[in-house]
């Protein structure tokens, strides 16, 4: 069965904080600052073990209609692209935007077979792994701006 598993979720990564670390060296009692605020940029992807679906750049603010949106375009693809058929097993966290009335009758209307998920824990969900080697690998990069911050991701 844990062959026929599409796990997902989002994550945000930031182009300066805390998963892109940078020492340098200044006198003691020197006040950090950072002359621009770099942003950040908020991913959905989804995997399985045959592989990584596709990597979405969610560019507004997510709710449940970006939510279905993204499904729409792309989880049957992703699940299609890694081969998975029709009765894969979807797994996503029991964030209010995935729980919701509406996503409940898309997934049903898409005959979706969904994995029981409590809510809260990220240490159960197996794309939080996927994540951490993603931001470690977008800290090695340094990326200076956004743009190659997408790229990176995308290229990882």
């Known amino acids: 069965m844990r062959n026929k598993i599409l796990w997902s ?34 991913l959905w992807e989804c995997f399985s073990v045959a592989g990584t679906g596709r990597l979405v750049k ?3 603010k997510m709710n449940g209609a970006k939510y279905r949106e993204i499904l729409d ?8 692209d890694l081969r998975l058929g029709r009765r894969f097993t979807f797994q996503q966290d029991n964030d209010p935007k995935h729980a919701s009335k509406t996503m409940q009758e898309w997934l049903r209307d898409k005959s979706l ?12 969900n197996l794309i939080e792994y996927l994540w951490r080697h993603l931001k470690v690998a977008v ?13 990176i991701c995308r290229e990882e």
């Open 113 to 124: 077979n969904v994995l029981e998920w409590s809510s809260q824990s990220p240490n159960l």
């Open 73 to 80: 375009e792309n989880l049957l693809q992703s699940a299609q």
């Open 58 to 60: 969610i560019e507004r």
């Open 9 to 42: 979720d989002e994550t945000k990564i930031e182009l300066f904080g805390l998963n892109a670390k940078r020492h340098v060296w200044r006198k003691s009692g020197t006040i950090p600052t950072m002359k621009h605020g770099g942003g950040s940029i908020t």
């Open 139 to 151: 800290q090695q990069h340094s990326p200076s701006n956004l743009t190659e911050l997408v790229r």
